[in-house]
């Protein structure tokens, strides 16, 4: 299944995710595209690993990804709301990571150090990480997937997120992609 991940900043989870069909754990997916809505380093991951990479505007995403003829979207820190007329059309084949036990510091404006500094503001001991599928309501999806991370003392947002990524995102992105599309596959989708 040929595969778009939509990033916006530095790319770790793509990263994650290319290691994970370099080492052979995404047998169903192929990585065909990497969309950004802003210049960011994650375009530079995509071509070091051969991987198409654009940059594309919004309003332009159906188009890239219909053209591209793309099975499944990963949005792996992608920040722009994705339009009601490609969540549609990615219905149940369209994924979201996100750096929080969903539906706890979820939906907009929630995203990056932001949902680390609410979760130590609140004095949580666990947080982690949630994989979901994305409809129009911003981090509403149907969940997919958890895996918790444990707040230390003197954790500060920098720390948390780099734990919760190395714990949980990094785990938990690879393995969900790898279960939609064998199960997208064997649906003959």
């Not at 530079?44 to 051969?50: K, N, T, V, W």
């Not at 150090?113 to 994305?134: C, I, K, P, S």
């Not at 279960?179 to 003959?188: F, M, P, S, V, W």
Request: proline share 4%; hydrophobic share 45%.
């Amino acid at each position: 299944m040929r595969v778009a991940v939509l990033c916006s900043g530095g790319g770790t989870n793509l990263q994650a995710l290319i290691d994970a069909a370099a080492d052979g754990r995404l047998q169903h997916a192929q990585l065909a595209l990497v969309g950004a809505d802003r210049d960011c380093f994650a375009l530079e991951r995509a071509e070091r690993a051969g991987i198409c990479a654009v940059r594309v505007a919004t309003s332009d995403l159906a188009r890239v990804l219909e053209e591209a003829v793309i099975d499944v979207v990963v949005l792996a820190g992608y920040l722009a709301i994705v339009p009601a007329e490609v969540t549609s059309a990615y219905a149940g084949r369209m994924i979201n990571i996100h750096p929080s036990l969903l539906p706890a510091y979820g939906g907009p404006g929630m995203y990056g150090l932001r949902v680390h500094e609410a979760v130590l503001a609140a004095g949580e001991e666990v947080t982690g990480a949630t994989v979901h599928l994305v409809t129009d309501e911003v981090d509403g999806g149907p969940i997919l997937c958890q895996a918790e991370v444990k707040v230390e003392p003197g954790d500060t947002p920098q720390s948390l997120q780099a734990r919760v990524m190395e714990q949980a995102e990094w785990r938990l992105l690879p393995a969900a992609l790898a279960e939609l599309t064998q199960k997208l596959e064997g649906a003959g989708r």
